[in-house]
């Protein structure tokens, strides 16, 4: 199992980013797909997750309405639009998978959002 974060970088409060996640190494279209972040000095936490086939998809109260999560089984990706970005959304984001009843994680991209 592969899983490349990339996208992340410098914004302004009020702007925008977009992540993608790409997979490997597993049937990408049957199962669940999950954007976790965190903080400095902070535990992970969970940003965003879809099913597998993209029908449902569920947010952290803190990002609902500014984040949206979406997948493509065609080309094994799984992406988060990030807009209206704040300062607290500063962050390392981490894609990752539970596969046979063990978590995977990409590398992370790092999300700094200041003036």
């Known amino acids: 199992v592969q899983l490349v974060e990339s996208g992340g970088g410098l914004v302004q409060p009020g702007g925008s980013l977009r992540l993608s996640c790409a997979a490997s190494g597993f049937t990408f279209s049957r199962y669940i797909m999950s954007w976790y972040r965190q903080a400095p000095g902070k535990e992970r936490e969970l940003v965003a997750a879809i099913t597998s086939a993209g029908g449902l998809t569920n947010y952290a109260d803190s990002v609902k309405g500014r984040f949206t999560i979406s997948r493509d089984n065609a080309k094994n990706t799984v992406s988060l639009q990030m ?33």
Do not use: I
């Not at 894609?95 to 003036?115: A, E, H, I, M, Q």
């Open 83 to 115: 807009n209206g970005l704040k300062t607290e959304d500063t962050a390392v984001y981490y894609c990752r998978l539970r596969f046979n009843g063990v978590d995977y994680w990409g590398k992370g991209t790092l999300v700094t959002v200041s003036s």
